[in-house]
């Protein structure tokens, strides 16, 4: 082999490297993206509000896999004396309380797992006002979460 045939299989193999390299990283972005967070529409009952949220599911080696939750948990009626708060379960097991502070917007990020699977499938959530413990509390309708499995 001449040495420019040589130069010209090394510049060939570096091309090829670079392409490869190229192609796992876009590869990796479009994983990444497709486990990012995603917007919730506002979620409110008389007197609570979730703002600003949003979700995602975890990858099954971290955080267990979990349903994550995250936004602003908004006391929206300051005269009634009521504490807010946030449940979340996932896959049927009973409800998660994440609770609020009387008269004041605060944020909340909730991560809610199965403790007996490598990752969550389904998640639901709803935001209430906790009335206490004679009266009922009043809650928004419950949104459910299905994650998508390729």
């Known amino acids: 082999m001449t040495d420019q045939s040589t130069r010209q299989g090394l510049s060939m ?5 670079a392409v490869v390299a190229a192609g796992l990283f876009f590869g990796g ?3 990444a993206v497709a486990e990012s967070w995603k917007s919730v529409p506002r979620t409110a009952a008389t007197g609570v509000a979730l703002e600003s949220g949003a979700y995602k ?3 099954p080696g971290k955080n267990h ?3 994550h939750l995250r936004g602003r948990l908004a006391d929206r009626d300051i005269t009634d004396g009521n504490n807010v708060l946030l449940e979340v379960r996932v896959a049927g097991y009973s409800w998660n309380t994440f609770k609020g502070v009387q008269n004041r917007t605060v944020p909340v ?3 809610v797992y199965d403790g007996a699977a490598r990752y969550t499938t389904t998640a639901q959530f709803r935001v209430c006002r906790d009335r206490g ?3 009922p509390n009043n809650c928004s309708a ?3 979460y299905k994650r998508a499995i390729p």
């Not at 193999?13 to 490297?17: D, G, N, W």
């Open 109 to 111: 990020d909730a991560l």
């Open 65 to 67: 896999g979990a349903f």
């Open 142 to 144: 419950t949104k459910g």
């Open 133 to 135: 413990a004679i009266r």
């Open 57 to 59: 599911w975890e990858d």
């Open 29 to 31: 972005m479009g994983v």
């Open 13 to 17: 193999r570096k091309l090829a490297t």
